[in-house]
């Protein structure tokens, strides 16, 4: 298939793990005959140098044209002052405003070959598979800001329309896996959070199948550390989804691991790995580029619908979690370079042996 992908590596390590995405894509193109195109946009950081803005109007025209977009990360140091008048960030929040991506996808799996880098006991690690729901265009991210000398406020509001639509999408997703939805929020204190859950209670009823779950998001985040094998589609609004998923990726063993898809109702997505600028390692070529990679197989899955592709990469970056090599942050001491050619080298063994087996049932059908 022909697919046009625009990749926005951003800042710090951005454009680092950007790299190892592209080159597992590239590798997949030429292994499976795809014709995936790249087009390289600013955003972030680099965007605000260039430019001005962080998210310039040509980035955001390719976006919107593209099939899928890969994003590394924004922010950093340099663009952190309080006082500034623009930030790295806003062009990623006006990117998934703009692409109307309102259901994040953030997978938490634990690899058995890294569970004794989380803080968590083995035992508890066992059988960790969830799959959190963040809303991702609304909330205090979006709403109204204020400032004075000395008061600030973040306006934090919900439609019932924005609610009910990734509400439907975690009922949705729970319908594919353990039919069971944890539906976190803070409804003891928040107005937003009872409108939340009323709106959940009522859509449930359309979903008989699937269990469902309300949870305060204070207790949730104790929960997750004690029962995490207990959840299976977590749905949230956007702060806590943010807030639980980082800790979410401690659990895994490093921040560098996560993946994310971003979708609204077309099949066009936003791609990118949990994680952020990392300055604290940027520019030294050791950053994890899996969360990245991972990233791309959900690009692969979701907007392609390229669904053996995705297992490809996935089967691949199991075995180099397996066998190493590994980065720093996963107790290893490889760079991100020598992991990315590891990964490529297993999607071609993967791809080898799944040819072989299908000239073989061939053979002896
Ligand atoms: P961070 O995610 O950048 O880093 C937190 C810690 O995790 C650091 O110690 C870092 O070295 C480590 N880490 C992160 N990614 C890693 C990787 N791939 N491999 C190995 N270690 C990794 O969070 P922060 O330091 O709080 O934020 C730094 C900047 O990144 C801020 O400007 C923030 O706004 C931005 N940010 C951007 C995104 C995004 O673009 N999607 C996400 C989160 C944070
Ligand atoms: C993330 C990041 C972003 C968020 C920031 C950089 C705007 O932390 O993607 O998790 O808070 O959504
Ligand atoms: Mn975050």
Redesign the pocket.
């Known amino acids: 298939m022909k697919a046009h992908i625009v990749t926005l590596p ?1 800042d ?3 454009p680092e ?1 950007t790299a190892a995405a592209v080159a597992v894509l590239k590798t997949i193109a030429a292994r499976y005959e795809h014709e995936f195109t790249f087009d390289e946009q600013l955003i ?1 950081g680099a965007a605000i140098d260039a430019t001005g803005a962080p998210l310039p109007a040509e980035s955001l025209a390719a976006c919107q044209s593209a099939d899928a977009v890969l ?1 590394g ?4 140091p340099k663009w ?1 002052d309080p006082n500034a008048s623009v930030r ?2 806003q062009g ?1 929040l006006a990117l998934r405003a703009a692409l109307g991506v309102y259901a994040n996808l953030r997978p938490l799996q634990v690899h058995p070959a890294l569970a004794d880098l989380s803080p968590l006991k083995n035992g508890k690690l066992e059988n960790v598979d969830v799959l959190f729901v963040r809303e991702l265009t609304g909330g205090a991210y979006f709403g109204a800001k204020t400032r004075t000398a000395d008061t600030a406020t973040d306006e934090c509001k919900y439609t019932v329309v924005e609610i009910e639509r990734v509400v439907r999408r975690a009922f949705e997703l729970a319908r594919g896996r353990r039919h069971h939805v944890t539906s976190v929020d803070k409804a003891n204190v928040l107005e937003t959070s009872r409108l939340w859950r009323s709106t959940v209670q009522r859509i449930a009823a359309d979903y008989p199948d699937v269990k469902v779950e309300h949870q305060l998001v204070d207790s949730m985040a104790m929960l997750l550390l004690t029962q995490p094998n207990r959840y299976d589609v977590v749905v949230t609004e956007n702060l806590f989804g943010d807030i639980l998923t980082d800790e979410a990726a401690a659990l895994a063993g ?3 691991l996560l993946p994310s898809a971003s979708l609204g109702e077309g099949k066009a997505g936003l791609y ?10 940027a520019g030294h070529g050791v ?3 899996v ?1 990245a990679i991972l990233s791309a197989a959900m690009l692969l899955r979701h907007s392609l619908g390229l669904e053996a592709e995705a297992v490809a990469v996935e089967t691949a970056v199991d075995q180099v979690l397996r066998h190493g090599p590994h ?1 720093r ?1 996963i107790g290893g001491s490889a760079g991100t370079a020598a992991v990315c050619d590891a990964v490529l080298a297993a999607i071609e063994e993967y791809a080898d042996s799944a040819a072989a087996f299908f000239r073989g049932t061939r053979a002896c059908g």
């Not at 990360?73 to 950093?76: D, E, F, L, M, Q």
């Open positions: 951003g710090g390590v951005g793990v972030g994003l990360a924004v922010g950093g952190s790295p960030e990623l490093s921040l560098g990118e790995p949990i994680h952020g600028s990392a300055p604290d390692i950053a994890n580029p969360g980065t942050d």
